[in-house]
């Protein structure tokens, strides 16, 4: 995966910093600083590069099709588009889709997504072929960009922006992910989560982010052509965050526990319910292509379990995942430092030793994960209420800093002080 940055001028609280995409992203500090927005802007790439966003951009350029393609003879270049241009509409939009996820169309604010681009201009080529056996063979049109080649019926084609949008997808994941097919999917698991997989019709929402995660629930609601291949590390692992496993069965979600008890999804405990949509997504879609913005994974959780979902948040990102996590967890923080040092421990111990370490501890040996995967990001707040993102070097000694958490610890075990000496006094 190339270097791609996020240089923040302006965005909700945030102001003047810059975020280095990882497959795990990790943004914690206060609340009302600005995590969400951080993390959003992050999905948003992943949106634009799988979903068909980009379309969006041919419909808002007004792009006649139909003369694009008139007249054209095969080896005729359909038109150029500027690489420039495409990108600064880019940093528009992300803005546009980050209000349109909080329910705020006149969200302002100003961005910057950059990585190298090998195109000045994206240039489209024309070309026509006949196939098939003799006297009953048919043509096809080929629009193609780079290495990429989009093939149409030529008695079916209608000019549109689809095969447009697709292509510049595909040679835009292929420089960013190494392969257009690295990540296919992309989903949303935003707060409050639990409350809604019982809903069976969709309500009226004024914030995106809801909108889309019922677009969530669609997929895992649709049959896929044939079953995805899970990973049985993966599986134990949910098995051990939930106590149980959880399944669809017709338009109900069971709860099956450990002790051979069922119940509906309704009657489970709230952590059940809050890890369900993660559950659910683990079982349905192999964790290799998938990328996931997973807003504070631990409510409602035990900091047992909360320790269980950093197991099981690293060896999806192991399987090849992408994710984008909000926290206020110092549990799931000090876990994933833990599953980072174990993994440099390879390098420094025999091999023995840190088996046996890890068969006292309980820890799978695939959840553990290579700092170089991690970007840790602290969002602070500046005296003016503003806020800005530090990077976290989770390449240190001790790993991803507890700064968010110190000041709250010092001042509970302060105030714990003054108490016990004025109860010792009265």
Known sequence: ????????????????????????MIFSGESGLGKSY??????????????????????????????????????????RLSAKELFSWINKDAISYIGYMIGNENLTGEVEI?????????????EDEIVGLDKREEVFYKIVLNDFTYRIMANTFEPSSIPFA?????????????????????????PSRGALMELAERPSFRSGMYDEFFDFKI????????????????????????????????????????SGVSMPLTAAASSIKEMAPFTLLLNKFSAKGLSVLFEEPEAHLHPERQVKVADLIACAINQGCHMQITTHSDYFIKRINN??????????????????????????????????????????????????????????????????????????????CEIRNLLKEN
């Open 38 to 79: 951080a993390a959003f802007l992050v999905h948003y790439l992943y949106v634009l590069l799988i979903n068909d966003r980009l379309n969006n951009y041919f419909l808002e350029s007004n792009y006649d099709f139909k003369s694009v393609f008139n007249e054209k003879k095969s080896g005729d270049i359909l038109f």
């Open 114 to 126: 950059n990585f190298t681009c090998k195109n000045e201009y994206f240039e489209f080529l024309f």
């Open 166 to 190: 697709d292509l510049l997808s595909a040679v835009l994941s292929e420089e960013i992910f190494g392969h257009y097919t690295a990540i296919t999917r992309t989903y949303l698991l935003p």
């Open 219 to 258: 997929a895992l609601n649709r049959p896929l052509p044939r079953p995805a291949i899970i990973d049985p590390v993966i599986s134990a692992c949910m098995q051990e965050v939930n106590n149980g496993n959880l399944q669809q069965v017709e338009d109900r979600i069971i709860y099956y526990t450990d």
């Open 1 to 24: 995966m190339i270097t791609v940055t996020f240089d923040i001028k302006k965005l909700g609280a945030i102001r003047d910093s810059k975020l280095e995409m990882k497959p795990l």
């Open 339 to 416: 599953l980072m040092k174990l993994h440099q421990l390879k390098e420094k111990v025999h091999p023995e030793i840190l088996a046996g370490l890890l068969m006292k501890k309980h820890i799978k040996d695939n959840c553990l994960i290579n700092p170089t995967q991690i970007g840790s990001y602290l969002l602070k707040r500046m005296n003016d209420g503003t806020s800005r993102i530090i990077s976290q070097d989770v390449l240190s000694k001790d790993g991803i800093p507890f700064e968010a958490f110190y000041q709250v610890i010092e001042d509970d075990i302060e105030l714990s």
